[in-house]
């Protein structure tokens, strides 16, 4: 790719599971050409690694502490950093 790609690593608080969070964030990373993952962690928080273009990535933060996000989102603490490359299509996991 000739623009650059970054990764979005990101820990989302708040009312995130039981309530399609994992699901509707699939799909909207999906719908930004994103690639990674989801996943619940135990103690009640999501996990989030999505890497694509510097603005899909914008996008999907911008989603993520918006209205539209499913659930209660209380606090998403991230970093943006390099892309690595590993991954080949969204997934949730765990």
Known sequence: MTEETLRLTARITGVVQGVGFRYWTARK???????????????????????????????????????RA????????FLVSDATGEFDEFRIIG
Request: net charge negative; aromatic share 4%.
């Open 29 to 67: 990373a999906d719908e930004l050409f994103l690639k990674g993952t989801v996943r619940n962690n135990h103690d009640g928080t999501v996990q989030l690694v999505a890497e694509g273009s510097a603005a899909d990535v914008d996008s999907l933060v911008k989603w993520l502490h918006s209205t």
């Open 70 to 77: 499913p659930g209660r989102v209380e606090n998403v603490d």
